[in-house]
């Protein structure tokens, strides 16, 4: 036991050793009894002090502030405590209790925090922990640690239905597969989340039907505006006087000049055949859209609305087979495009103009009188002879939009091929049509497939493929 160490606990105490007394102090240190009470408080000394730092170093960590990502309800978590950089080595043991309610599990040799989250929530996770040092036979310490569990973007939408009592009511998802000639259409039209979170209307559109016996088919899709309060009334309309119009034309039009007319330019053997195509075109797919836009007009005029409250877009196809191969005319007005893939799916034609890029989001509809006076009508028609193709595809924008994102995109061959992939299955929820599956069940497919979520596209969605 050192003398000094002893002469400065007196002190402490106001005990001085006067000179004269220094034989004394060493009689008194010598003594036996006396070396074992000063060894006992030099031990309870550093007692005191362990337990301090220990007692100080619980109270750093349960202090200090440790952050785990947020988790979504639904989509796979992973969290790791790192022990090294949080710099808690001295932590011999850990575990966090409870975690399966919530869907998570604990690795403590690791410290991941992981699984699928089944329930939202702000949550204290109770983190517990053995310090280096402490009693092993003691209660563990505790630490919580802030979880917060957001609810799946999905759940938060509704899905209420529309107003079956309403006069302009139609189902808020249909769908079918059938043949139209010698190919199969597959099409399915849904509400998009946004009416349904609300009750309201589908506003999108679409008709279909082959036409015997000129051979010709007639497709159209149209996507009513949803600021037009009965715009899913005009897209019907557009839809179904597209099919009627032309059921009357090729009950009464020169189908055998038609014919020889693109026969003739299939062969060569015409003169001016490619012009008179275009006037063809022009003149027929033209009059045809007119006659739709007077049948809106003549339908806004008996209902006392303005022709505004029926804003649609409206596209439009006339598919023939020949010998030869395939004639395809199309004409569109607004931002729904129509795409034809060729036979080996190498090369993609973007068969219409969408009303974007220079009109600066202004979308045109088929409501619009305009449209038909503008020096841009021209550029509204499309016309195709291909010996054969694999798809024909006619979408709105609640397709186009999430899923080809900017117009640029859909003259991109790699894109489509991402598209394709994805109707069949190469998608985050495993959901496939597949293509070319023409069963009764692949409508429905379609139609599920359509459910895929894209964060800031809640549109209506329609889709039609030729194959």
């Not at 978590?77 to 919530?102: K, M, P």
């Not at 989250?117 to 204290?124: F, I, L, Q, S, T």
């Not at 034609?349 to 989001?361: A, C, K, S, Y």
């Amino acid at each position: 036991m050192g003398k000094k160490y002893i002469r400065e606990l007196f002190a402490a105490k106001q005990i001085t050793i006067a000179s004269s007394k220094e034989q004394l102090f060493d009689a008194f240190l010598n003594d036996t009894a006396n070396q074992q009470i000063a060894q006992q408080i030099l031990e309870n000394q550093q007692r005191l002090m362990d337990i301090w730092q220990y007692k100080n170093r619980l109270a750093d960590i349960q202090q200090q502030p440790v952050t785990i990502p947020n988790a979504t309800v639904g989509k796979p978590y992973q969290a790791t405590l790192d022990f090294r950089q949080l710099n808690w080595s001295d932590v011999t043991w850990t575990a966090i209790e409870g975690l399966e309610e919530f869907g998570l599990q604990y690795d403590a040799a690791t410290g991941a925090i992981e699984g699928t989250p089944v329930k939202p929530g702000d949550y204290r996770l109770r983190l517990q922990f053995r310090l280096a040092g402490g009693d092993a036979e003691a209660a563990a310490h505790e630490k919580l640690l802030p979880l917060v569990i957001n609810p799946n973007p999905r759940s938060l939408w509704k899905n209420i239905p529309s107003d079956t009592a309403d006069p302009f009511w139609k189902a808020d998802e249909v769908a079918e597969c059938a043949p139209l000639g010698d190919r199969w259409v597959t099409v399915a039209s849904k509400r998009g989340r946004s009416h349904a979170n609300v009750g309201s209307f589908r506003d999108d559109d679409y008709a279909f039907r082959h036409l015997e016996p000129s051979g010709w088919s007639v497709l159209a899709v149209s996507d009513g505006a949803g600021s037009a309060k009965l715009s899913r009334e005009g897209s019907r309309l557009a839809c179904a006087g597209i099919t009627d119009y032309f059921e009357q034309y090729f009950n009464t039009a020169p189908t055998a000049d038609i014919d020889k007319l693109f026969e003739e330019h299939a062969s060569g053997t015409g003169m001016d055949t490619q012009k008179k195509i275009n006037h063809l075109v022009y003149d027929t797919l033209g009059k045809a859209a007119f006659a739709v836009h007077k049948k809106l007009e003549d339908f806004a005029t008996a209902q006392q609305v303005s022709i505004k409250d029926l804003h649609s877009t409206l596209i439009f196809v006339l598919l023939k087979k020949y010998a030869f191969g395939y004639v395809i005319m199309s004409f569109g007005v607004g931002d729904c495009p129509i795409g034809l893939l060729n036979k080996d799916c190498s090369a993609i034609t973007l068969m219409n103009r969408l009303d974007v890029g220079e009109f600066g989001g202004g979308t045109r509809f088929i409501t619009m009188p305009e449209i038909f006076t503008s020096d841009k009508f021209p550029t509204r028609f499309g016309f195709k002879l291909v010996p054969d193709f694999a798809y024909l595809m006619l979408m709105t924008d609640g397709i186009y939009d999430p899923k080809f994102v900017v117009e640029a995109n859909l003259e991109k061959i790699d894109i489509w091929k991402t598209f394709l992939d994805d109707l069949n299955g190469n998608n985050p929820e495993n959901t496939a049509l597949p293509l070319g599956d023409h069963s009764p069940e692949s409508a429905g497919r379609l139609a599920a497939w359509m459910d895929f979520w894209s964060p800031g596209n809640h549109d209506d969605r329609t889709l039609m493929i030729i194959s």
